[in-house]
């Protein structure tokens, strides 16, 4: 049997999440990745660049670019309140500006030197990904860097074996997302790590969730 579930369902759960603090199956409140690292070492001093990160979650790689000096426009659509709690007064308020929105109706409009997107695109229409990444690519300056781990051939199981399907997902395979890259990044310089990937459910013992997770690092050369 095939179970549909509502984007509403996701948000929700992800706002909790949010909310609470909780450390999700995917380890939401994780810091920062090496790749990630890597990419913000190529920019000793962000100060005077821009970077977006689509999908900010708990905001730690909007914070991590703040913090070396980048103008960070951070969106997602849970609320906006539990970021805007957690940066308080700090100074990174005024280098962070949050947009409360859903991905499959934003369109980015300014250019940028780091895009990030990490584990989100794939909850997005198909249509939606190809749009944004289509889009950021035009609008990314010179020797700027993208930094996007996707999620492609997605199995999800519920505890009575049913298969989980999260509605308007991007479904994609890994050749749709290779086809993608391959279309979009001309003249970039890119590497791609592909990792299978898998989350248990709240038993330990049955895999809940398995795909392909996809990491891709481009350098607007």
Known sequence: MRIIMPQSSVKSFYEKAMKNRISTQENLLAPVTMDFL????????????RAIDLGYGYGNYSIEMAQKGFQVTAVDYVKRDYFEKRLGDTVLSGKITIIERDLNIFTPEERYDVVVSKDVLHFLRKSKVEELINVLVRQTNKRGWHYLVIFTDIRRKSGDGNE????????????????????????????????????????GKEDYFKANKVTLIANNQ
């Open 38 to 49: 890597k990419v913000l070492s190529n920019f000793p001093n962000g100060i005077g660049l």
């Open 164 to 203: 989980i399907l999260i509605e308007n997902e991007a479904q994609l395979t890994i050749e749709d997302l290779l086809n993608l890259i391959n279309f979009n990044y001309h003249n970039w310089k890119v590497d791609i790590k592909v990792e299978p990937y898998q989350e248990k459910d709240r038993s």
